[in-house]
Every structure is written in structure tokens, then in C-alpha cells.
């Protein structure tokens, strides 16, 4: 079974419907990240958790919004989609061991359309 | 503020032709270093990091780089391309302020022909 789930996995939705796209992770790490990844621009962060209690913006958060449920569970809204919000957005996971950062895993990722 | 410039939006290479992909980064402190693969409709999944350790650090599938601090650069080489390589890769860069955020560069993507 995969780490890292996210659902859907494809999604096409129309403007100023309100849209939440789900991940859940199987690693116990206590961070959690969403990007959007557009082409030619690489992955650009939109929120991060580093527990349940602690949530930030990233670098286009505008838009958006999320919800950590619990360790394991990291949701994102959109609360009125718009076209330029079509993209593929990535959920992954990381830890910090011995004050050394650890590789991301990444979900299979959610390809959203925006009408 | 860390960042990242992946030189070349896409590479081409020969079959069994050297790979060369380009990464500078920009860190405040001594930095994390990490370079991603992403397959088609796939996640990303890690190629190889640097944590201050070995300056040259071997990854997966044959490739390597080199942290080279006087050049800010972070190069993934592999000897010899196969078909099975041709991937986007990502640069991403790490470091210790305020909790390890991670930037991503812009990718790289390579294309290996026959």
C-alpha cells in the first residue's frame, strides 16, 4: 500500500464551486505539505503543517485553505475555485531526525480542471 | 532566504551520453540539498540529498552530485544515459531557520534518445 494517498486523484470542477482535495499518510511523520505544481514554475508550496497544531501559509496560500484532521490526515480547500487554480497539486510528508531534515515523500497527486 | 535556479528547462542527451543537469542554490546558512525524480503522472521520489556530510553523494540509478560551496552549485551527473532516465528532475534546497521549509527549482526535464 502506498504511503502517501491522495483523493481524488482527477478532478474537473466549475468556477466558484468549493472543492477539497484529501491526503492521508501511513508514515507517522508529523509534517505535512500541499504544492501545486504548473509547468515551468516546479512545485510551489500552499500550506504547511509542522504538527496538528501548528499550520503556515506558504508562498500562495491566497485562495486556499486546509485542515489537518489529525497526524495523518492534511486537507485542502478551495473555497470558490477559479480557472487559474487548474493544476496538479501534490501532498507529501517529511520528518526531522537527529536536527537533520529528512527527504519528502510524496503523494501520486490530484490533476484539478477548473471550468 | 534559500533558493533555487535549475539552469536549461530541458536537456537532451544521446543513449549512453554523459548527464549534466545544473543547480545553483542561494542559502543564508549551510544548506540541505536534495534532487528529485518525477516519471510521468507520478509523485516526485528522491534521487539523493546532501546533509553536510561526503561534498559527493551518490543516489539511486547510478546518478551522483557534487555540493560545491565556493560555486553555490548542487550538478546531478549519471556516466551514462539510458531511456528509463527520461524524467523531470527537481533541485530543492533545505535549511535550518524556522523549521527546514523546503524551495523547489523549476525542474529540469530530460529527454534520452535512442
Known amino acids: 500500500d502506498a504511503d502517501v494517498t491522495q483523493t481524488p486523484r482527477n478532478r474537473i470542477t466549475k468556477t466558484g464551486k468549493r472543492i477539497m482535495l484529501e491526503c492521508s499518510q501511513t508514515k507517522g511523520h508529523d509534517r505535512m505539505y500541499w504544492y501545486r505544481q504548473d509547468p515551468g514554475l516546479g512545485l510551489r508550496l500552499i500550506y504547511y503543517s509542522f504538527d496538528v497544531k501548528d499550520i503556515n501559509k506558504g508562498e500562495i496560500s491566497d485562495g486556499y485553505s486546509v485542515s489537518r484532521q489529525a497526524q495523518a490526515k492534511f486537507s485542502l480547500s478551495l473555497e470558490s475555485a477559479i480557472p487559474n487554480q487548474t493544476a496538479l497539486y501534490f501532498c507529501a510528508t517529511s520528518e526531522v531526525a537527529g536536527g537533520i531534515i529528512g527527504e519528502q515523500f510524496f503523494g501520486p497527486g490530484t490533476r484539478l480542471t477548473v471550468l | 532566504a534559500q533558493s533555487v535556479t535549475q539552469l536549461g528547462s530541458h536537456v537532451s542527451v544521446s543513449e549512453g551520453a554523459l548527464v549534466l543537469l545544473r543547480c545553483n542554490y542561494s542559502s543564508s546558512v549551510p544548506p540541505y540539498l536534495f534532487w528529485y525524480v518525477q516519471y510521468p503522472n507520478q509523485g516526485l521520489q528522491l534521487l539523493l540529498k546532501?546533509?553536510?556530510?561526503?561534498?559527493l553523494v551518490k543516489g539511486i540509478n547510478g546518478f551522483e552530485a557534487e555540493f560545491k560551496k565556493s560555486e553555490t552549485s548542487f550538478h546531478l551527473t549519471k556516466p551514462s544515459a539510458h531511456m528509463s532516465d527520461a524524467a523531470e528532475y527537481f533541485c530543492a534546497v533545505s535549511e535550518d531557520t524556522g523549521g527546514f521549509k523546503t524551495i523547489f527549482g523549476a525542474g529540469t526535464r530530460l529527454f534520452v534518445k535512442a
Open positions: 546532501y546533509t553536510s556530510a561526503a561534498t
